[in-house]
């Protein structure tokens, strides 16, 4: 009986992961600690860089404003929020960058 169920559990777990790894990024907090954003930015207090709110805020109304935030994640930048420059993000997989963008956007 194991030598049928084993390679069933097999087959299985592998289908479940390749589901999981196609689903897109469900960005969150826990999404933003993953990739160590917490570290300068908190949710409705400037810290190092801006708040999630001051963000969303700056850039309500904006159509573009999440491929433009996913830029500045990717990319870094200086400038647009005071002295300390944002250092570049090429780690984090462009799927997570934009689900990233669309969950500070949705801060309140």
């Given at each position: 009986?194991?030598?049928?169920i084993?390679?069933?559990?097999t087959?299985?777990?592998?289908?479940t992961?390749?589901?999981i790894?196609q689903?897109?990024a469900?960005?969150?907090?826990?999404l933003?600690?993953q990739?160590?954003?917490v570290g300068c930015h908190?949710a409705?207090?400037?810290l190092?860089?801006?708040?999630?709110k001051e963000?969303?805020?700056?850039?309500?109304?904006?159509s573009?404003?999440?491929?433009q935030?996913?830029?500045?994640?990717?990319?870094?930048?200086?400038g647009?929020?005071?002295?300390?420059?944002?250092?570049?993000?090429?780690?984090?997989?462009?799927a997570?960058?934009n689900?990233?963008?669309?969950w500070?956007?949705?801060?309140?």
């Open positions: 009986m194991n030598k049928i084993a390679p069933l559990v087959v299985v777990s592998a289908a992961f390749a589901l790894a689903q897109p469900q960005a969150s907090e826990a933003a600690q990739f160590a954003c908190q409705n207090a400037r190092v860089g801006p708040s999630w963000i969303a805020t700056k850039y309500k109304g904006n573009k404003a999440a491929q935030l996913a830029a500045s994640i990717k990319a870094g930048g200086s647009k929020w005071g002295a300390v420059p944002m250092p570049p993000q090429p780690q984090v997989p462009d997570d960058v689900a990233l963008a669309q500070i956007l949705s801060q309140k």
